[in-house]
Structures are given as structure tokens and as C-alpha cells.
């Protein structure tokens, strides 16, 4: 089932039926000023979604206990189509946005990427291209240096012991195993056979030891979750002193033109495209539900730092159609 040189390890998943990883009968425990009024109003809410032990999964109240399973079933239902669905959703724009991520992570080599709700594998393809292309040119630059280079200290430049070379490595997690399938079978089309790991695991126990990333990236997974601020501890925990938390999420459109348009385009056409496209109208309607619920910018950005993270900053793209926010375990 793995591709060559990627392993797929299943570990057990809190609140999710046996079926859901694989392993059938098992019972599953996990083995394992503006933004603080927004954020505090934000957990007030949830904290009575709490009590009442019920929370939101789109427009809809369920009991808490069920979301994890609920959010299961729609990237479940969705995972086939999941990558075309997005170039269609988003006419492609949803590659600029990572490529955008990417930028702004600036990864070097022999970072160690921890890529949560990494799904079909979209961020940690282009974390190993962009550590590889950089690093091919930094080779380049090298061996023009070279007045008279041997064939033998060309090509001692460009292999894989090459000098000053480190291995970067990324973990793609994900709750659900039929979107970590699919981007295997990716990883395996793109040949990207080294240096990718395939882990099922809860963004909110996270199935890590403390202090292991350099970066911690979750692109549009976490507005999926049921306690965003679990997540983000576990975020703050897996990461290493000095390591960076990224984000990558849709949010909150504020010029009243943009949010009309976008408002329309969203609730009106992509739960028909999820019905012609992937024959799921529910699941789409669900993914533009959950938008809307997730917090606006300042709040997340409080939210991020009440975990522990420094140097909290987002900023917009697309209008704020989505967001990047960055912060640092110091
Ligand atoms: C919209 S997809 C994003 C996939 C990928 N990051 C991308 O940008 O294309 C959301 C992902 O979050 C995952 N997810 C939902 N709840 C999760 C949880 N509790 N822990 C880990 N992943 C979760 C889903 O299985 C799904 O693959």
C-alpha cells in the first residue's frame, strides 16, 4: 500500500468509530483590547457549548461528542475528489494561498515539518519542492563558483551526500485515513519517495513527544476541529523552542462588496458544484457552514496567544477571504 520510502502509521483515534481507522470492533482512546473581548466571547460560547456539551458542526448544534465523527464522515464522503474539488472551488486560487504559506515559511534545509490535517498532502509536496529547489540552486551557485571543476566535483555537487546537504522531512497527519490514502497514492505519482511520512492522528493529541518540529503548518483543518484551543497547545507542545506555528484558514471578508459577492458565490454554487462534481451536496454545504463559524482574525490571533505563541501576526489574503497566522514557541 506505501509508496516507496513512505510509511503509513494508524494509531488509535479519540471519539471515533473502530471503522474509522481501520481497526473494526476496537474501542478508540487515543494512545496516546479588540481580540481579547472577541476571543473571550468566543470561549464564553464554546465553554457553553461546553456545558451543555454540545457545539456546532456548520449551522447545525450537535452533541459534542459527535463532531469528531461528523467531520470524519464528510472528508470520508469528499476524499476522492477532494484535490479537483478544490481547483474548482477555488478556481485554482488555492495554490497561490500555499504557495503563499510557503513563502512566508521560508523553510531551510533540514527543517522538519509537522503538517496537521495535512489531508492529500498539498503543503508538505510543496515544503519538500521549495527546501529542494532551493537548495538545487544554492548547489548551482556553487559549482559555477568552481573555476575548474572535475566531472567528479560537479557531480559530488549536485548528489544527495552532497556538501552542506541536509535532509529536510516532513510528517503529514490527518484523522482520517482515506485522505492520507489519496495523497499516498499522490506522493507516489509526484515520485516523492524520501523525506514523507504518513501519520493518522487527532490534531488534538497530537501522537508526538514534545519538542520534535521546526514548523507546525494546519491548512484549512482547523476551523474542522472541536477544540481549537487543545489543538493549539498540542501545537505548542510538539514544536521545539524557536519553532514556528503556521496557519493557513479561511476567514473573514471585511469589505461589505467582497463578503456580498463571496457570501453569494460560497452558499449558492459550491454546494452545487460538490453535488455535480462529487456527488455530495451536504459535505459542501458543511465546509461552507464551518467557515463562517470560525473566528474572525483577532480573535484567532488571541486565541494563539493564550496557547504560549510570541509575535502573534496574521495577515490577510484574498481580501481576507483567508488568513495566515504565524506565531513562535520561544
Ligand atoms: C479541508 S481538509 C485540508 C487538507 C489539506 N491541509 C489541504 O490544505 O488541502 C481538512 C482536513 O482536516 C482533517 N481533520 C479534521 N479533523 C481533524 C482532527 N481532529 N485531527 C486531524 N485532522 C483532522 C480532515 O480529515 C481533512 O483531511
Redesign the pocket.
Known amino acids: 500500500m506505501a509508496a516507496a520510502g513512505v510509511s503509513l502509521a494508524f494509531r488509535a483515534v479519540r471519539g471515533l468509530p473502530a471503522s474509522a481507522v481501520g481497526q473494526r470492533g476496537a474501542r478508540l482512546s487515543t494512545g496516546s483590547a479588540r481580540g481579547f473581548r472577541h476571543a473571550a466571547s468566543f470561549r464564553r460560547e464554546h465553554d457553553a457549548a461546553a456545558d451543555e456539551k454540545s457545539t456546532h458542526f456548520g449551522f447545525q448544534t450537535v452533541p459534542e461528542g459527535q463532531k469528531?465523527e461528523r467531520?470524519y464522515k464528510v472528508?470520508e464522503s469528499v476524499a476522492q475528489k477532494y484535490d479537483i474539488m478544490?481547483d474548482a472551488m477555488s478556481l485554482g486560487i488555492h495554490r497561490l494561498w500555499?504557495d503563499t504559506l510557503l513563502r512566508t515559511m521560508n523553510p531551510l534545509p533540514g527543517t522538519r515539518l509537522l503538517d496537521?490535517?495535512?489531508?492529500?498532502g498539498?503543503?508538505s509536496f510543496r515544503f519538500l519542492e521549495y527546501v529542494r529547489s532551493q537548495e538545487a540552486r544554492r548547489r548551482r551557485r556553487e559549482a559555477q563558483a568552481l573555476q575548474t571543476p572535475s566531472w567528479q566535483e560537479i557531480a559530488n555537487s549536485y548528489g544527495p551526500g552532497a556538501p552542506g546537504s541536509k535532509e529536510c522531512r516532513a510528517v503529514v497527519?490527518?484523522?482520517?485515513k482515506d485522505?492520507l490514502k489519496v495523497g499516498q497514492q499522490r506522493a507516489k505519482d509526484l515520485y516523492y519517495t524520501t523525506g514523507l511520512s504518513w501519520v493518522v492522528?487527532?490534531?488534538?493529541e497530537l501522537p508526538f513527544d514534545d519538542d520534535q518540529f521546526d514548523v507546525y503548518t494546519i491548512?484549512?483543518?482547523i476551523r474542522?476541529?472541536t477544540h481549537i484551543d487543545k489543538a493549539l497547545e498540542e501545537a505548542y507542545r510538539v514544536l521545539k523552542p524557536g519553532g514556528r506555528f503556521l496557519c493557513l484558514e479561511f476567514s473573514h471578508v471585511s469589505n461589505p462588496l467582497l463578503s456580498r459577492i463571496y457570501d453569494a458565490y460560497s452558499f449558492q454554487l459550491i454546494p452545487v458544484l460538490g453535488e455535480v462534481i462529487a456527488g455530495d451536496w451536504k459535505s459542501y454545504q458543511y465546509l461552507v457552514e464551518s467557515i463562517r463559524r470560525f473566528p474572525d482574525q483577532e480573535t484567532f490571533q488571541s486565541m494563539i496567544e493564550e496557547a504560549g505563541f510570541f509575535s502573534v501576526q496574521y495577515h490577510n489574503l484574498t481580501g481576507g477571504v483567508v488568513a495566515i497566522h504565524s506565531g513562535f514557541k520561544l
Open positions: 469528531a467531520v472528508f478544490n500555499k496537521v490535517a495535512g489531508g492529500t498539498d503543503i497527519c490527518d484523522i482520517n485522505m492522528g487527532d490534531a488534538e491548512a484549512f483543518g474542522n476541529l
